[in-house]
């Protein structure tokens, strides 16, 4: 397969590289009406360019670019007990705003808070980080971590969840009942009428962990050298009649492991290794989205800064085996340049994806992330 790295490709990686202006930014203003009280406001936005060779058998490259995401967030505390969140976003082909978090989160107990409304349902560390708190940027483990992308409302479910840590912390719980109709609702694969009772779709994850304890609920997929990690988590959600066709209704399950490991003071810099492992049955309804995938990720980010900011080149490579025969995978090599943590941070990789049966996509990205 050759791939032509053109003269567009080159302007543009150009052009994003020496366009960034020094940001200082912190994610978010907030206002404060007395005693723990206040209203915060902040929003984000990802963009990219992309060039790739033809994909899907078309006659010629592809050059674009792209406003990945957008989002605005607002978020509030009533009192110390009391706090909730609405972010909308714009992502991809769509042309309009959706709210994609709309919630109340109650603290009962230190260790304990209900949270209700619209937001991310217990899954793996992949859709709970998304795509502002990866490695690398974006939401990169989509072939392999499918909530995002068959999640709903970008991942996101209406229901309640019981959150929490206990053991100082160390061991970290959120268990919930949602809606889950909306479990493909991005997949572009072809619904029917659920047949049977409307069953709630339940979901629970576990996570310890062995070195510092992570804070929130809305995971990190990666903390750029500011902490020691050694992490394990397992998640499954399942729902009966989950899974309906314009043919046939069956039961939705899936399960993950998840591990991350992040060492700071290995040399001039931070190492982390990522890895993770999916199961996805929907009693033979859709083919495509039932399987086994895997995903894997290294990176390394230098303490010493360049510039504005520090290096972190970083490999990523993922793996989805549908029980349709078409297999998917995917891999990443390039590195990020993070100028004020996930506030202000740029990236260039190079990926390849290889679909069974189909012609390899190699494509040149360059992205940038910022939040106010």
């Not at 009391?82 to 919630?103: A, C, R, Y």
């Not at 560390?125 to 992308?149: D, E, F, K």
């Not at 310890?208 to 992570?214: G, K, L, V």
């Not at 500011?226 to 314009?246: F, M, P, V």
Request: negative net charge.
């Amino acid at each position: 397969m050759t791939f032509r790295l053109n003269k567009s490709i080159l302007l543009a990686a150009v052009i994003a590289a020496c366009s960034i202006p020094a940001y200082n930014a912190n994610a978010g203003g907030t206002i404060t009406f007395g005693e723990d009280k206040y209203v915060s406001v902040g929003f984000g936005m990802r963009g990219s360019f992309t060039g790739s060779n033809a994909p899907n058998g078309g006659t010629s490259d592809t050059n674009d670019f792209n406003l990945d995401s957008a989002r605005l967030y607002l978020s509030g505390s009533v009192n110390k007990y009391i706090k909730g969140m609405l972010n909308t976003e714009k992502s991809g082909g769509n042309s309009t705003f959706q709210v994609i978090d709309g919630n109340v989160q109650i603290e009962v107990l230190p260790e304990l808070t209900i949270w209700a409304g619209r937001f991310l349902s217990p899954s793996d560390r992949a859709n709970l980080a998304g795509p502002y708190y990866s490695l690398g940027g974006g939401y990169w483990a989509s072939v392999a971590s499918r909530y995002g992308y068959n999640g709903g409302y970008i991942g996101r479910d209406d229901g309640v969840a019981l959150v929490g840590t206990l053991l100082d912390g160390k061991l970290g719980y959120s268990f919930g009942a949602f809606e889950g109709n909306n479990a493909y609702k991005l997949s572009g694969l072809t619904l029917g009428t659920r047949t049977g009772s409307d069953e709630l779709m339940y979901a629970g994850r576990l996570q310890y962990d062995f070195w510092d304890a992570e804070p929130g609920y809305y995971g990190t997929g990666n903390y750029l050298g500011a902490k020691d990690i050694l992490a394990i988590g397992i998640a499954g959600r399942t729902q009966g009649g989950g899974a309906y066709s314009l043919t046939k209704t069956g039961d939705y399950n899936s399960y993950s492991v998840d591990f991350l490991l992040e060492k700071k003071d290995v040399g001039p810099g931070a190492i982390s290794i990522e890895a993770a492992y999916y199961d996805y049955d929907n009693d033979d309804v859709f083919l495509s989205e039932q399987g086994k995938a895997y995903s894997a990720a290294a990176g390394y980010i230098f303490n010493e800064k360049v510039g504005w900011g520090q290096f972190q080149p970083f490999v990523r490579w993922q793996k989805f085996q549908a029980d349709s025969s078409v297999d998917t995978k995917k891999y990443d090599l390039g590195t990020a340049y993070i100028i004020d943590g996930y506030n202000a941070q740029v990236s260039g990789f190079y990926s390849n994806t290889e679909v069974t049966a189909s012609k390899d996509i190699n494509a040149i990205n360059v992205a940038m992330q910022f939040q106010f």
